[in-house]
């Protein structure tokens, strides 16, 4: 199946310059929070495939995060800022891709402390392993990690406009299996894991600022090296 591709909407008129009106702070505000729920979805589905021993199963189930964003039209900070190329504005960074992310921490931290609070059994699992994952994520700060899920994410996006809806299913599923660090997920884990042992809330806060960077980093590079080959072309 293919989809045709959709121009790349922003939050502000590219003409006038002029600033979100207090509707349009609100529309992105509520996509950017259900965004976040969307990927707080994957990753406890995701953690919850860990626990039974499956992980390839819990990355394929953690794209559906993805999908869920692209088909409902949602605001994801990492499917946005590879776009900066397109739009390279301040008001574009801030209003499209910071005031998203923003929204997007509000709303799976929310998800991860719900998650949290609901279901003893099920609960203790995710929040065990949360715990575990950013305890090791935090212990070593790689920041290639991020680079490649930002180039990943990017690319997941981009060819789910262009190309086919399946896309989200492929590229979301290795960075997930393989690791990488994605800012916007790897807000659940010091929440989640908070529920079950002491969180180093500082160090936890410095890694997403780096994963933050770090997917920024790589949706640009992928992002500027289509524009330079297709205009080559």
């Known amino acids: 199946l293919s989809v045709k591709k959709k121009k790349y909407q922003v939050t502000y008129n590219k003409k006038t310059n002029k600033k979100m009106t207090k509707i349009e702070f609100i529309d992105n505000a509520t996509k950017s929070i259900l965004s976040g729920f969307m990927i707080g979805f994957g990753a406890i589905v995701n953690l919850i495939c860990i626990s039974k021993g499956n992980p390839l199963m819990g990355a394929i189930f953690f794209s559906m995060g993805l999908f869920a964003v692209c088909s409902f039209g949602l605001n994801l900070y990492t499917g946005k800022i590879g776009y900066l190329a397109e739009n390279l504005t301040w008001k574009f960074l801030l209003n499209d891709c910071l005031f998203v992310f923003l929204f997007n921490a509000i709303g799976i931290g ?9 279901y003893e059994d099920l609960n203790s699992t995710i929040c065990t392993i949360s715990h575990e994952l950013i305890s090791q994520k935090i212990e070593y700060f790689k920041f290639f990690p991020s680079i490649l899920c930002g180039a990943l994410m990017y690319m997941a996006v981009y060819f789910y406009k262009t190309r086919t809806i399946f ?3 492929i590229f979301v599923s290795v960075f997930v299996y393989c690791g990488f660090d994605h ?3 790897n807000i659940f884990y010091p929440i989640a894991g908070a529920f079950v042992g002491d969180v180093d809330w500082v160090m936890s806060s410095l890694f997403i600022m780096y ?3 770090g997917n920024a980093v790589g949706a640009l590079v992928i992002s500027l090296s ?3 080959l297709f205009k080559k072309q």
């Open 110 to 118: 929310f998800f991860a402390w719900i998650s949290g609070l609901c």
């Open 167 to 169: 896309a989200p299913f």
């Open 183 to 185: 800012s916007v997920a």
């Open 211 to 213: 994963n933050i960077l």
């Open 226 to 228: 289509q524009r330079f």
